[in-house]
């Protein structure tokens, strides 16, 4: 077996499809030494070796130091220089990469092999004792926090307070001299609690850090990124062990991060940032704020323009935006990194589409290159452009959206305020990976320091959160609990706004507006539209919904439930009056009442839905749910109606049922009381009617809730088909009978819509409303991956709904069938639903485009 592939000089073991061995930072450093760019040559140590490391206590096996001692000689050919050289050493990072970039969350080493000799050597062979001693002091303070765990602050403050003992405002005011000093600082502060000496030997330092690396899998804030984007903790990490080049040697060098586009808008615009006189760290720390990109053109116009030519190579080659670091070290231009960038979904979208006109991928691989589940992220709200805002400070626009949220000041705080409900915007002068609980629990972020590439930009990107990151002129006392900024006092707690689209930050809750959709994102779905099967349909009950539905690419709708249309305020008390009526005249005088609201009702959502099916649901819940339920409500109904406060307390002791969901609801209750689904088909006629002499045209579909026996819809079909001849009559499939007898059913349907969160509650036997806590457990112990409600179970609910299809077909070519329940809106499941045959399904209106997207990339 192989442990170790080396690349440099061009030529390299690995390439960039081995990412579950090399990771994916070791395959596309492989992947670029190929297509000869200049990359510093090194080696990566396989995944593979992680998990043994980590089961096998911490040993290395002898076949693994062979190799690498190999592959640590082929390196030091292509350098020109020698690991733990006393004349001319070379010195390597040793760095972390896992199979998907787990951005932050384990450290690299850099600058390591220095020891009094080799710094030595290295200011020596340089002529640049600054540089040598510079990397040495960051080499001890990397060794000490990543490998021996040493808080950060110790080094952190000697280095401040030389600097301030020195009168030095900036890092680079250092000399040599004062490096050296430092250095010897810091050795102490390792010394004394550490509780040993820092050590000189190159090779141990190697093997220590690579161990660290492979350890670093299992950190917590690893196993938390992990469990939050549900990556294998089987999967491991490599570790990369590369040559250092030096951004730090002087004004002529220096390190940077790039995008080929910019990932915030797509637009093709070469985007990026880089810091003169440092090494990558501190571009992404956030520490120093660096210069845009575009200045490397006078500071470096060669480089700028061999960065440009790596821009369009790897572009081309990868058939996607990249996320490039790079260095220059004297002029000299060096590749560490490449990736597929992070990237907004608005940018996802437009780089989509700019690539399938540009012709690099086709219109199907486009549809592949977005999440179905990230469109949710366009449909976010922005600022109500008239509303009354005091700006307080501005900063970078580093992920868009607005946000409005309570200030807090720590990552522990966000997540305990989020806990009670709160909504909060975490300030910081910086994040860090240690804070990603707290960002989930964010609206939005709020830094100090650091650019459109720090840590809290990317993460707010890929989160779809608010960011507005380096905002210089915040002043923030972590002791206090405040920030100052612009002669005012924020608090802890206190309510501040952000716009992540301009970089504003407001005092206040400011009135934010629903997105308006952009349009890439019209010709995006439109192209879904043109390649998905499936038709999608929504979940709405009122003209309202109806709309924003269309407006969202809705084609009918698969689920208007009438009962929302009774409570109403002025219908609550007919209803109410038609519940409490002694017998069937009182009942259908308050239906006849009930009537011509129902009918404006459906004239209103058939009307908003021209040109569409629209499968209007008769009744479904039990009748108390309409009934008051304390002592006062009932004395202020009885005052209304005139019936007497017993009479009512005696109905609503009548009606009660100790297991509602499984009661008297759905078609029990149109057999029980038919003259109620009897008004609701009346009303519908005559919408139809209304409607039609409007010259509308109009296609509802008549649905009856919960059969589980096909008597059951015979007897109610029956009826009503005398009253609606023209009207096509189906129903919800939502118990397990009724899937199981789906042939008999299908006799009497015109289509099947499943009711999956009924269908799954009758399944498992879980009751919906109370099974959120065993869930939770349940999903702890990996006893189900996902919450059933949520994702459809495709191994049991879906083969019910499966068996159904084939059963009802069986008896009916043309029956019509989709789903209606939550999952209609949920890319796996609507995948499901394609592959299973379905005709529609059917979501909440915002969900429209998430199935739309999910069922192209089913049917490419
Ligand atoms: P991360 O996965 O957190 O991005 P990296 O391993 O890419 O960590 O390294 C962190 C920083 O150090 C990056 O800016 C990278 O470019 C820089 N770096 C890593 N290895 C080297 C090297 N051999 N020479 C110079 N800079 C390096
Ligand atoms: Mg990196
Ligand atoms: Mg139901």
């Known amino acids: 077996m192989k442990f170790v592939y080396f690349f440099g000089c061009g030529f390299a073991d690995g390439n960039a499809s081995m990412k579950s061995e090399l990771g994916g930072k070791g395959a596309n450093l492989a992947e670029m030494t190929s297509l000869k760019l200049p990359v510093p040559a090194g080696f990566t140590i396989s995944t593979k070796v992680c998990l043994d490391y980590i089961k096998g206590a911490g040993t290395f096996s002898p076949e693994l130091k062979a190799e690498v001692e190999s592959a640590m000689k082929k390196t030091e050919e292509a350098m020109g220089a020698r690991f733990a050289d006393s004349l001319n050493p070379l010195l390597v990072s040793v760095r972390s990469g896992a199979r998907v970039s787990m951005p932050g969350m ?21 002529s640049n004792p600054r ?29 401040d307070s030389l600097k301030k003992q020195k009168g030095y405002l900036e890092d680079t005011d250092l000399n040599a001299d004062d490096l050296k000093e430092l250095i010897e600082t810091f050795k102490l502060i390792y010394k004394k609690h550490i509780g040993e000496a820092f050590p000189d030997d190159p090779y141990e330092q190697l093997w220590t850090a690579i161990g660290a690396v492979f350890k670093s899998w299992n950190c917590s804030r690893a196993k938390k990124y992990r469990e939050i984007h549900s990556i294998p903790n089987e999967w491991g990490t490599a570790v990369n062990v590369c040559s250092m080049v030096y951004g730090n040697m002087g004004e002529n060098s220096g390190t940077g991060v790039c995008f080929t586009r910019d990932p915030s808008t797509g637009e093709n615009v070469f985007y990026g940032e880089y810091l003169i006189n440092a090494q990558g ?3 992404v720390a956030g520490i120093r704020t660096p210069k845009t990109l575009l200045l490397l053109e006078k500071d470096m116009p060669e480089v700028f323009v061999q960065l440009e030519e790596v821009r369009s190579k790897l572009e081309r080659h990868y058939r996607d935006v990249q996320d490039i670091e790079f260095t220059i070290q004297e002029g000299k231009l060096y590749l560490l990194q490449t990736r597929n960038a992070k990237r907004t979904t608005q940018a ?20 592949l290159r977005v999440n179905p589940q990230d469109l949710d992220k366009l449909l ?16 970078l626009p580093a992920s868009p959206g607005a946000v409005s949220g309570r200030a807090v000041f720590t990552a522990v705080e966000a997540e305990s305020w989020a806990a009670r409900g709160e909504m909060v915007v975490l300030v910081r002068d910086e994040t860090s990976p240690e804070d990603i609980g707290g960002m989930y629990a964010s609206q939005g972020f709020l830094t100090a320091r650091g650019g459109m590439t720090s840590h809290a930009a990317v993460v707010a990107r890929q989160m779809g959160k608010c960011c507005v990151a380096g905002c210089s002129s915040l002043n923030i006392s972590l002791s206090n609990k405040s920030v100052k900024v612009a002669g005012i006092e924020i608090l802890e707690g206190d309510w501040i706004t952000l716009d992540g689209s301009t970089g504003e930050v407001m005092l206040g809750k400011v009135e934010t507006k629903n997105a308006e959709l952009s349009s890439d994102f019209a010709t995006y779905m439109g192209w ?10 929504a979940n709405a009950d009122t003209p309202r919904d109806a709309q924003y539905a269309r407006s969202f690419g809705a084609e009918g709708i698969g689920l208007c439930r009438t009962e929302h249309m009774f409570f109403d305020e002025n219908r609550l008390p007919v209803v109410r009056q038609m519940i409490l009526s002694k017998n069937r005249a009182e009942r259908k005088e308050a239906l006849d009442k009930l009537l011509p609201f129902q009918r404006d009702d459906f004239v209103g959502i058939l009307s908003a839905m021209e040109g569409f099916e629209v499968t209007i649901r008769l009744l479904d819940p039990p009748l108390h749910e309409f009934l008051p339920h304390t002592d006062k409500d009932m004395m202020t109904l009885s005052n209304q109606l005139g019936f007497s406060a017993d009479e009512i307390k005696q109905r609503v002791k009548a009606l009660y049922e100790a297991n509602p969901m499984l009661g008297h609801r759905g078609c029990r209750l149109g057999i029980s009381h038919p003259e109620i689904y009897e008004m609701q088909v009346k009303a519908i006629v005559e919408a139809v009617e209304k409607c039609r002499s409007q010259g509308k045209k109009v296609f509802p579909e008549i649905m009856i809730p919960l059969v589980g026996e096909a008597e059951e819809l015979r007897w109610l079909k029956d009826r009503l088909i005398k009253i609606a001849p023209q009207i096509p009559f189906g129903t919800m499939i ?9 042939n008999k059913i299908a006799k009497h349907a015109d289509f099947f819509s499943f009711g999956t969160n009924d269908l799954t509650q ?10 959120a806590p065993f869930l939770r457990v349940y999903k702890q112990e990996n006893i189900l991956t996902e919450d059933p409600f949520a994702v459809l179970d495709q191994e049991g609910v879906g083969q019910l709904v499966k068996l159904a299809c084939e059963l009802g077909r069986s008896i009916n070519s043309n029956l019509k069938l989709g789903i209606c329940g939550e999952h209609g809106g949920e890319p796996s499941s609507v995948k499901f639903c394609h592959k299973i045959g379905l005709n529609y399904v059917s979501c909440s209106p915002f969900r429209i485009p998430i199935a739309m997207l999910a069922a192209a990339q089913e049917a490419v």
């Open 106 to 126: 384990m450290d690299t080493v850099l600058n390591l092999g220095l020891n009094p000799t080799t710094a030595e050597a290295l200011a020596k062979k340089t």
């Open 131 to 159: 540089f040598a001693y510079d990397s040495y002091r960051r080499f001890i303070q990397m060794y000490s926090n990543v490998v021996k765990e040493l808080e950060t602050h110790y080094m952190e403050d000697a280095f």
């Open 281 to 283: 760290e501190d571009v």
């Open 348 to 367: 996802a979208l437009k780089i989509a589409i700019d690539f399938a006109k540009e012709g690099t991928i086709t219109k199907q691989e486009a549809l």
């Open 380 to 395: 976010h709200p922005t600022l109500d452009p008239r509303a009354h805002k005091q700006v307080i400070a501005k900063g």
């Open 528 to 537: 879904a539209k043109e390649y998905r099967k499936l038709k999608v349909r």
């Open 734 to 742: 939502e118990v397990p009978r009724a899937a199981l007898t789906a």
């Open 762 to 771: 009758t399944t498992y036997g879980f009751s919906r409303d109370d099974s």
